[in-house]
């Protein structure tokens, strides 16, 4: 069954330090997501991406964040300047038909910033 | 402000002993009710989406149902594989922009 891929699954970085978290979503999906939960709280959502730009973007989703799609199948969240904050798992997700219908998750990265 | 809460946090059910979960929501613009199943260490795993009260869907011993301000995971039979953190979400639209706003999620374990 077609799965979407997230690395790394680990990532430990210092305050400040830029990071990238890298997904290859599933091959026919079109609509594509950044979530992310803090060790103990709700699954937030980040921010949506369809035909190359952001659709949406929660508040949590600051100036600090970007997204990317650099070529044809992987997916990409920066984070410029990391803060202890930003500790959580973040999972990717994509989904075939429209936004937030039937998304498959991936395993997550788990970041954690010293 | 848009909240989904999830009760019990925590169940523990014996192989065999049926129970429900729930997921009450307060939501503007309610598009549809999502329910999720999370393993240690992944990624949500989707089940089930509901969009109008009355609906029902059902997959193997898991039924959810809906209603105007809640939805129920039935658990008939369960088995210890069943053992998971189940979550529901609910798609909330507003100002032409739709997302997922996820409850804590309910950790159900089924001892043999």
């Known amino acids: 069954e077609p799965e979407v891929t997230q690395t790394p699954s680990h990532q430990v970085t210092q305050m400040g330090q830029e990071v990238i978290l890298r997904c290859v979503p599933i091959s026919n999906h079109l609509y594509f997501y950044w979530y992310r939960q803090i060790l103990g709280q709700k699954v937030e959502f980040l921010v949506s991406f369809y035909n190359n730009e952001i659709s949406e973007k929660s508040e949590i989703f600051d100036d600090q964040f970007s997204v990317e799609r650099p070529d044809g199948s992987n997916f990409t969240l920066k984070i410029r300047s990391t803060k202890l904050e930003d500790s959580a798992m973040y999972f990717c997700a994509s989904s075939e038909v429209s936004y937030n219908e039937k998304l498959f998750f991936g395993s997550g990265t788990q970041l954690s910033v010293l | 402000e848009d909240q989904v809460t999830q009760s019990p946090e925590a169940l523990r059910l014996q192989e065999g002993e049926s129970s429900s979960l729930n997921c009450s929501y307060t939501v503007s613009g309610l598009r549809g009710l999502f329910w999720y199943r999370q393993d240690p260490g992944k990624g949500p795993e989707f089940l089930f989406t509901l969009y109008s009260a009355g609906e029902e869907k059902e997959k193997e011993r898991l039924k959810a149902t809906l209603t105007k301000k809640e939805s129920f995971l039935h658990i008939t039979a369960p088995k210890p594989e069943d053992s998971a953190t189940y979550l529901c979400?609910?798609?909330?639209?507003?100002?032409?922009?739709?997302?997922?706003?996820f409850g804590k999620g309910t950790k159900l374990t089924v001892n043999p």
């Open positions: 979400a609910a798609e909330i639209t507003k100002g032409g922009s739709e997302k997922l706003v």
